[in-house]
């Protein structure tokens, strides 16, 4: 069974602009996750949809947004890049998307970068 | 709010050397607990969970006991090797009402082993 593929796996852009990344998840997930990793604040969670629907954000400004397809992939979009939106980008799934014990696996991710 | 504490590294080690990774966990109800590993330009790899007081995770010689009483989830591994030189995650999710998809991560630990 293939694993979890983001793409593209880098992406440069200038301040300004918007950057749409994207998420396959595992055949059969359902749940779909978004998580900014950075040196200085670490791994942050960003939303989770499940069968199409957001069921939870994380603490980030309304720049940040998403969507999940029929198909489970899910796509997540920044407006008007910033400098400290630079990071590195994970989508995980899991099977369930039920809250208790049930693991994420997580895709390669996108290295943002924002010059 | 649930929070995950990791014992500070770097961690460096010789090869065959005993392994100990302290995690400690704040959270409400009954989380379920998880080991990440991320190695070099690499999103996460699960390396083995716990899903209730007591319940030991292990996989690929590492080992973690989900003990409740002292909040903790200490990872361990007998004898390591220099391919074990990666960032170690503990992370937890939790059954709350506002838990969907949401893993909380330690800071991680670098560990590099040395031949």
């Known amino acids: 069974k293939a694993g979890v593929t983001q793409t593209p796996r880098y992406l440069i852009k200038t301040r300004g602009q918007q950057v749409t990344l994207s998420c396959s998840p595992i055949?059969?997930?359902?749940?779909v996750s978004w998580y900014q990793q950075t040196p200085g604040q670490g791994l942050q969670f960003l939303f989770e949809?499940?069968?199409?629907?957001?069921?939870n954000k994380g603490n980030f400004p309304g720049r940040f947004s998403g969507r999940q397809f029929s198909n489970s992939r899910s796509e997540m979009n920044v407006s008007t890049l910033e400098l400290g939106d630079s990071a590195l980008y994970l989508c995980?799934?899991?099977?369930?998307?039920?809250?208790?014990?049930?693991?994420?696996?997580f895709g390669p991710g996108t290295r943002l970068t924002v010059l | 709010g649930d929070s995950v504490t990791q014992m500070e590294g770097p961690v460096t080690l010789s090869e065959e050397a005993f392994l100990t990774i302290n995690c400690t966990y704040t959270?409400?109800?009954?989380?379920?607990l998880f080991w990440y590993v991320q190695y070099p330009g690499e999103g996460l790899q699960l390396l083995l969970k716990a899903t209730k007081a007591d319940d030991k995770g292990s996989n690929k010689g590492f080992e973690a006991t989900y003990r409740k009483e002292t909040t903790s989830f200490h990872l361990e591994k007998g004898s390591v090797q220099v391919s074990d030189s990666a960032v170690y995650f503990c992370?937890?999710?939790?059954?709350?009402?506002?838990?969907?998809?949401?893993?909380?991560f330690g800071q991680g630990t670098i560990l590099t082993v040395h031949p």
């Open positions: 995980a799934s899991s099977s369930l998307g039920t809250r208790e014990g049930n693991e994420q696996f």
């Open positions: 055949s059969g997930h359902r749940s």
């Open positions: 949809y499940f069968s199409e629907t957001q069921r």
């Open positions: 959270a409400t109800g009954y989380p379920s």
């Open positions: 992370a937890l999710i939790n059954a709350g009402g506002t838990s969907y998809g949401k893993l909380t």
